[in-house]
């Protein structure tokens, strides 16, 4: 059975750092993508960062570039996500997602499998 499960959520002033992790099991880690998404309350989930099987290719949304980075490890079968810089309008649960496909990185329904999510809040 395949978990997400996501760690590092919290309550962080605007300007400030947070570290997301996401533990991965049930599944052969290397040959997944792993994606982070977000959802802000009355808003759809939306892509924020991806990367792919061996950690060497990023994906960022516009949103984000310059302010967060997603690294894996393939050893420890884990995801991280290194917020910098957090905006309030960074506010929204977080997920990590899970995929085996080829397909568009930045479209969720890419994923099939994906953690229960962790809150991050941004105050101003």
């Known amino acids: 059975q395949v978990q997400l499960v996501e760690s590092g959520g919290g309550l962080v002033q605007a300007g400030g750092s947070l570290s997301l992790s996401c533990a991965a099991s049930?599944?052969?880690?290397?040959?997944?993508?792993m994606g982070w998404f977000r959802q802000a309350p009355g808003k759809e989930r939306e892509f924020v960062i991806g990367?792919?099987?061996?950690?060497?290719?990023?994906y960022y949304a516009d949103s984000v570039k310059g302010r967060f980075t997603i690294s894996r490890d393939n050893v420890k079968n884990m995801v991280h996500l290194q917020m910098n810089s957090l905006k309030p309008e960074d506010t929204a649960v977080y997920y990590c997602?899970?995929?085996?496909?080829?397909?568009?990185?930045?479209?969720?329904?890419?994923?099939?499998?994906w953690g229960q999510g962790t809150q991050v809040t941004v105050s101003s």
């Open positions: 049930g599944l052969t880690f290397s040959r997944y993508r």
């Open positions: 997602a899970a995929s085996s496909s080829g397909g568009y990185i930045r479209d969720q329904a890419t994923f099939g499998y």
């Open positions: 990367i792919d099987w061996t950690g060497r290719y990023s």
